[in-house]
């Protein structure tokens, strides 16, 4: 019995009679004279190791999400885990705009026909410029980290200085990315943070701040949920001596507290994953840059920049702001690199600001300072617990210290996982000064039950 | 659709949702921000739009249908990107909250299957390009060379060559990123051009190599669409002075299964899953870059990777990776995508993977008789031959004899639905386009799409004032370009609009006055 | 788009999805079919389009861009209907796995998250209503209507009186399935036309009644949108004469909350859930119509009911109902748009529900007020009132000053993207519209809409053309009516469009040739 | 501290400016003054007795999910649950169509304004047309139930005579429906079916069709699963009477087995769930009508029927045909009535219907006449379990007998319950001639292991 060749519902031709009528419009014989131009020794003749495909849809959906069964999500667990990716709430609106296909699907389109895909985007810069009080926002970069370390080239280029201070309170992981991406070419100094407060040392970087400084860079709220007050302070000194400063932000906090541009921030950066993206295991991110509308900030942006234009018949028009920069026109001669990066969690997170209004980013903002308040009060009160930084504001996240369990933070961890709880971020390893301590997240989406929860099970556990 | 700017649509007091309060025991007496310094506080609230919800997923919905995505049309004028069908299966799976709703950081145990998901894919991609390793970092093609030539210049620190080995080589028919990326990495660049043939020049690559050659860093078949028979020549020579060489293959969708770069003598390639893998574009991402390397490099590879543990029967996230470059990406790679990837392969296997580049081939060298039969287009160099899995074609006959461009011929061909790309810059090739049909479109469409292109065509040249003044039927009309490059015009958001203009685009003050 | 009928877009041979083959086990040596006798198999494959699969997606994206859907518009044209926002939260709720991949069989306590849905939305009914027991199985409201009127049938043989009972009284402005569902039930009906202020004539009313009255379907406001302030007065009188009284409460947005079915003397009462409570409408259904009934009917009510056990603390289907007409639908109910009224009683509470009730108040009114102000347009009856949740209008003066009819204001009013109906049959308000603003829209909306109606009723004066010729900017053209109610020419699938034309409507035969 | 008002995201104008604003327009200074016409005494005063709003999406969404979460689905256990209500693979794209904004929400608007809704449903009509062999199809009823009981009345007003007679292998809760569907006007006799063969007594038939009936109405495959192969002899005894062949079909077997127009039907009915629709704990019905393009049948039809129709510019025009039949038109001089029904599903219908196409449907019908087959064979052979109409072909569905086990079915299915495993339908109750039955159910979901899964758990229940 002979196998029929499998039409593939992806593959329309590839019905032997088309493929019969095409061939002959072509003139061969033989699909295989379309690539006889490939060496034979370089031809794949043998099968490829896959393993047998899941030709229907059932099969297919039935393989994948029973291979995801065996994952333990957040809404089954009860997640305190923070440190750069957050569990916020998404409206249904968010994916349900991102999931359309004509946003999903949409690629590089000119503004006449990709009208939509521009002024969303361009809303979206609108939205965040207003947010961070900045007057330019870009089309964003892959994630925060890599917006973040572009921000640094930017700031080097612009002071044609190569060497920035970064505070050693930031997100390592996101420190390890500057450093790749500024090597070579701009030299990178970790600048140890104040042991006392979680916060910047202001003596340090006093000494540190010189004429050879493109710019400091700090994060605020640092990686440990610490806010720095402290801002306008460093941002004197850096302008002092002819530098910038480069502040990454929580965007989701500045419903409550300041932008920092009114603490003297020339360049503003961050990640748009709080406002309205899955966690996706990290895998949802995008990077966002901010600076004033002056021709030295605008003209080093490696991303594509948006801007709105008239037409012929007054309505607005959009299109791509100074393309002379950007790769795709000058190739090694332009500015960095630019590629598809994350255009529509920008849009997202466009329809997540839209959707929040001004009460709405301050209700979360202020919930978010009440809950972690209230976790870490709650937290600290338990026997053996002792508050890090207790003396310092955070926002959404805390650290906690266990050095008085007789526990390490691992063994907490696997205990509460036990109750179904996803507890804390171990920096034992990565931040030994702070000894046996775990890095807590709350955001809006936790009630005081949930919280309570997690004192109660933190209380038996290491007891 | 006449849709305002968000911000006209604003209403004080009108609300989009509400946020979840915190229960009474959390609140503070007080009404303040607690224990945030005053000088923190924000002072006013940020100037965002203020709409109900339904008025807000209006304007979103109209917005939406003003574009024309994949699924629309028939997105085939989008040359080297392959603008393939993305099953929407795949979107389903990756909508699964056992995935959206996982934390990065939650436990290894917890997250088995995704993290099997990911050591799949890594051995299918392996299969595919028979290379060693790969990691699944990069969010994008252009990312994934930037991950490349960082992985070169660790390789060339490693050998304590930094300041010996510092040129790259290219093709100027290759992605414009290869060369960017690399100079940012401290590499300078070497750009080959094509001889009469349309494939790089041997003779310049000859020319061009030496103890300073870092790395070839080359695509094929390149976006013209002609395959390099020489390529292991190529990927000798550089061997030859100790070079390396990396494949940009973003776009595999010609050659995918047919052959491999491990044959053809490349030590480092790169796939784009929002190419060749189906994963959507996105309107410009999320997509996704996979970097593929041999033995000798694995150990440059970012962390973390993802391995299996025989004692366990676990899966983990591998940080042992002894010369990595570090990190270029937050955590792990851009899960929905790569999950997108790994179905399409399962969906497909070997056979149906072999079919997809077949049927590309087939399509696009059908579609290229036929517009060569067009008057006034040809397809430079290499006459005579079939081409791969697209073809750059150049209107220049038409602009001589019409005056008509490649761009009056884009901004028409959107009045009848269809999405037409130039190409990317430098024009190398005159007045160009670009067209890559993939396996996903019927005999049918390709035929409606050369309607259209022999219609328009023919415009040209009996009535070529219709032609320059499209788009007619767009959304919006002609666009001053002026308002874009101007440092002084230019407005890059509503905040700053507002500050250079009032009503429709009356400048605010008078410049130089 | 111009997009051709799907069979058009057919190509043998292709494949839109694969269905999972039967394992080697479980196929039988044979290709034919078993122990199927031959004269059962199907000769012919059935003529099905065979297509790709995103050839298929990109048709029906398409058709759905050819509508305008209440996300889309500003949806208060379609009075009666209640189109305001269904909120896309309560379509991903409804999307759940652990909804829509239920079984009706399945043990009880394995669906009591389900169940218990159902038995809380029926304690929400009932505080809203004042009734003693819900049905929530109609599939929509004149669904909802016949079964009320099957349990008034059940109650009147129950009696004794079958064929003494057999009237049931209506009015002209309610829907016209009380008349049409009732007719079915065996009952003879009579209709009550208003009095000069639009409320039905009271005097009619006690005319009409007698021992043969079984019951009054009656709505409150009609649809005019003036509520009977005598209703109780109404509900009274027939049960004077020992009938029922049902309440059409298929659009309860002006009075949700602020007053009852109950303390109105009502004995049965109905809901659409796709109106009122924000179910969207799906292009016609599916929708939900929830039947309330005094404790004395409630043994009447189809099977099953969802009542809870106090014992085993179990949600549990009912089927003790003692004088069930039996059922109406299969299974429980339409759980997906019950879901969705639930999740929206549930976001909006007590003071939310009495909110929309008030706004759609508010909406209404204040559009009352613009509209009377457009030279041409009327609101018959009860002048110097205000309104209740909409409006029904009339256009006769307009008519006789220009010519121009509600249906041509109806195609003109299209090209503005905006959605207006005329009204129900038969038209007792000459040229009439309805305008029902729900309390979705925001003002800068209705001001909106208000704009277009007035700009086109302003056109009917000045330039009646355009409005006659109207729709301009629709995706076709005036439609031949003939073709819709000629027997000879109707073609209500493309199989008997084959059969009749050939090409474009060419007869394939002469008539009385 | 007084609670400031909740403005709502679903209702813009509870901002107290803008309606202190709207009402200076309408001349009110109280927004109760607009209700003033209900009579105090009718007017409700109390709060309703509501549960606290949960005014957040996301606790709406954590409440609704988590009670949900008490639900487990046909996707956890394995289910061989049949009875009217079907699990069988829904496209992805299906629905992706279904949720289209611009399908979902859209309603009754006119064709020039929603040409797609009207091309979609009457491509729908199309398609089963084509599956039906039936040249005219309506716009879908409620479910398969009342399309049944309305074209028993359809038969009745186009024979003016009022009696029908229904096979007692059909849907019992069909049945019910049917009758109160008839019930005044109509009489409705159940016959009672072969015992032996599941399937229609031809002799009680022929007793008892004469002039007096409108209607023989039978289901194929009937409630058991068991396929009708007299159809012929059924529609010749009841057209040489003057009456009505009236079949219930499933449409989903149409690609292997004939449809009722073949062997005489002359109205045939159904339902849509198979096609594409989710099971909803049986809430997504759709219910279709297919007769011949005559004048007697069209006009009887009380659903809206859509056609295409010419346009002044040569395009597709679709529109309502005749009607002037529907009770929207006539209220009650009207046939029946209609209103707001299912026609997103029948849209979904079409698309289920456009990917399977002639090769889907024919591949779809086969397996599942092999898995039943099997599933029958492998079944049968457990020790105790015996085939009820052994000698009749069965599509989907059939019937086993548990008698020998000593347990009554309820206890099998609380075991198999126990393995995670919904096991069959009970028919002890409703069909005590079958003694103790089960009805069991597979679909193409179901693989061969899946059905041996099933064999072993039952052999262990039941040993």
Known sequence: MEKRKVVHPYIPNSVPEVQKEMMEAIGINDIEELYKCIPDELKFKGPLNLPKPLLSEWELKRHVDGMMQENASCLEYLSFLGGGCYQHYVPAICDEVNRRSEFLTAYAGEPYEDHGRFQALFEYASMMAELLEMDVVNVPTYDGSQAAATSLRMASRITKRDKVLVLGNSNPDRLRIIKNYCHPGVEVEVLPFDLETGTANLDLLKQKVDENVAAVYFENPSFFGTVEAKGQEIADLVHDAGGLLVVFVEPNSLGVLAPPSRYGADIVCGDLQSLGLHMYYGGARAGFIATPDEERFVMEYPSRLFGIAPTSHKEWGFGDVAWERTSFAKRENAKEFVGTAAALWAITAGVYLALMGPQGMEDLGKGILQRTRYARKLLSEIPGVKPVFPQTPAYREFVLNFDDTGMDVEEINQRLLEEKIFGCIDLSKRFPSLGFSGLFCVTEIHSAGDIERLAKALAKVIS | ?513
């Open chain 2, 1 to 513: 659709w006449d849709e305002p700017i968000i911000y006209e649509l604003s209403r004080k007091g009108e609300r989009g949702i509400l946020v979840p309060e915190a229960d009474q025991v959390m609140q503070s007496p007080d009404e303040g921000l607690g224990d945030i310094p005053e000088g923190l506080h924000r002072k006013e609230p940020p100037n965002l739009p203020e709409m109900g919800q339904m008025r807000v997923l209006k304007h979103y919905l109209r917005l939406s249908q003003e574009n024309l995505g994949a699924d629309l049309n028939i997105d085939i004028g989008q040359g080297t990107c392959t603008m393939k069908y993305s099953p929407k299966i795949n979107d389903q799976l990756a909508a699964n909250p056992k995935v959206s709703e996982l934390h990065p950081c939650q436990p290894e145990e917890t997250a088995q299957g995704l993290l099997k998901m990911m050591y799949e894919t890594e051995q299918y991609l392996k299969a595919i390009s028979g290379m060693d390793r790969f990691s699944l970092h990069p969010g994008g093609g252009s990312h994934a060379i930037f991950t490349i030539a960082s992985i070169v210049r660790a390789w060339v620190d490693s050998r304590g060559e930094s300041d010996k080995r510092d040129e790259i080589i290219t093709t100027i028919f290759s992605h414009p990123s290869n060369a960017a990326a690399s100079k940012l990495k401290g590499f300078k660049i070497i750009t080959i051009y094509p001889g009469p043939d349309g494939r790089p020049d041997i003779e310049a690559l000859k020319a061009a190599v030496s103890e300073r050659t870092a790395a070839l860093f080359i695509t094929n078949p390149e976006d013209i669409g002609i395959y390099n028979s020489r390529i292991k020549e190529f990927t000798d020579i550089v061997h030859s002075v100790g070079g390396l060489c990396s494949y940009d293959q973003a776009n595999l969708n010609g050659i995918l299964g047919l052959t491999r770069a491990r044959e053809a003598g490349f030590d480092l390639c790169f796939y784009n899953l929002h190419k060749t893998f189906s994963s959507p574009h996105g309107c410009g991402g999320p997509g996704g870059g996979v970097v593929g390397v041999t033995e000798e490099l694995a150990k440059f590879l970012p962390v973390p990777l993802v391995s299996f543990d025989e004692g366990s029967g676990r899966y983990f996230l591998d940080y042992d990776v002894p010369c990595t470059i570090g990190k270029v990406k937050d955590f792990y790679g851009v899960i929905p995508v790569i999950l997108r990837a790994y179905a399409w392969i399962r969906s497909l296997g070997d056979e149906g993977l072999k079919e997809v580049a077949r049927v590309a081939l087939l399509n696009n060298n059908y579609v290229f008789k036929e517009i060569l039969k067009i008057k006034g287009a040809s397809a430079p160099y290499a006459e005579g031959e079939l081409r791969m899995e697209q073809v750059r074609y150049s209107w220049e006959k038409l602009t001589k004899d019409t005056g008509v461009t490649t761009t009056d011929i884009q901004n028409r061909m959107f009045d009848f639905g269809v999405h037409y790309w130039t190409s990317h810059e430098p024009w190398i090739v005159p007045e160009p386009f670009t067209i890559e049909p993939t396996e996903s479109y019927s005999k049918d469409e390709l035929d409606e799409f050369l309607a259209i292109l022999r219609h328009v065509a023919n415009e040209a040249y009996t009535n070529p004032e219709i032609v320059k003044t499209a788009p007619h039927r767009s959304v919006i009309h002609h666009i001053d370009h002026d308002y874009l490059d101007d440092p002084k015009k230019w407005a890059i958001t509503w905040r700053a609009y507002k500050k250079k203009y009032t009503g429709y685009f009356e400048p605010k003050e008078r410049k130089d006055g």
